[in-house]
């Protein structure tokens, strides 16, 4: 028992879950939907459970070789949840990277040759590379890091997109309406990826506020140990304010078509918890303060991904 909660620890199954949550709540309320406007798409429901079991895979794959490669610092920063080597030996863990990556590739293999996309397996591959040179050198350089897992994060919700825009088509609909719902479906899978880019910039970074004392005595060069604290809660300070106000916009926007619900929902479950954290963020003093607003940046994101259902409920 001990061995099997190890293990979905080591997977982060919080985060595996907000992965599947994300992409299947894009399906639920951007794509499925349409069917009922005469606008229907080439790629099966079927191929999509597939995509979704091998972004979960990679992910998977991502966060055992990130903590095979961090197994020392985590010693420092987390020595009593630190599970490489304590309970899960080394070679166990490359080998459960290796499986749950070209698990991934050939069910993208699959997807490829059975569906209109031609280019899956080429992406999957990129992520599994980038996510390994995350774990080796690139979290350990100023920014890059940040960067690489805010980029993928919010890839989660523009692989999505790219799968389904081209694959849309019109069975006896009106060709304005087709096209009035292309470019919603452009603008509302940006602006959820813009969010999820964002919302895990800020989170890396108070991540690495909160895992200082290792990082420094590793010789990393994160944005804390480079710059400095103040400058660095003021960069996180920065990007809260730009989410704010982005989130501010779009409820003004939506509001004019009587999105009452969307706009009580993202008032009190993201634009409050966000002065929260703004607030609490110049006081953080130590790693618990830190780890306590992770969760709550983690809560925001959250949050902000399931708020995707009111493109459901008001279609």
Known sequence: MKLISAFFRLIRWPNLLMILITQGLFYYSLVEPVNQNGIFTHFDTFYFILFVISSLLIAAAGYIINDY????????????????????????????????????????????LKSATNWLT????????????????????????????????????????????????????????????????????FLYAVFAFVISLIREVVKDLEDMVGDMRFACKTMPITWGV??????????????????????????????????????????VPLVYIFKKLFKAQNAKDYHLLSKVIKFVMLAGLISLVFFKIYS
Request: glycine share 2%.
């Open 69 to 112: 490669f961090d197994l020392n610092i985590d010693l420092v920063n987390k020595p009593d949840t630190a599970i490489i080597d304590k309970i899960i030996k080394r070679r166990w863990a490359i080998v459960m990277h290796l499986f749950f990556s070209f698990t991934a590739i050939l069910i993208s293999i699959y997807i490829d």
């Open 122 to 189: 080429f992406s999957n591959v990129i992520c599994i590379f980038l996510l390994f040179g995350y774990s080796v050198s690139l979290k350990k350089k100023l920014l890059w890091g940040n960067i690489l897992i805010s980029s993928l994060t919010a890839w989660v919700v523009i692989v999505c997109f790219l799968i389904y825009y081209n694959s849309f088509f019109c069975d006896n609909c009106d060709s304005s309406l087709f096209q009035l719902f292309h470019n919603q479906f452009m603008r509302i899978s």
């Open 230 to 271: 103040p400058a660095t809660k003021f960069f996180v300070a920065v990007w809260l304010v730009i989410l704010f106000v982005i989130i501010v916009i779009v409820q003004i926007y939506v509001l004019q078509f009587g999105w009452l619900w969307s706009m009580f929902y993202c008032v009190s479950l993201l634009l």
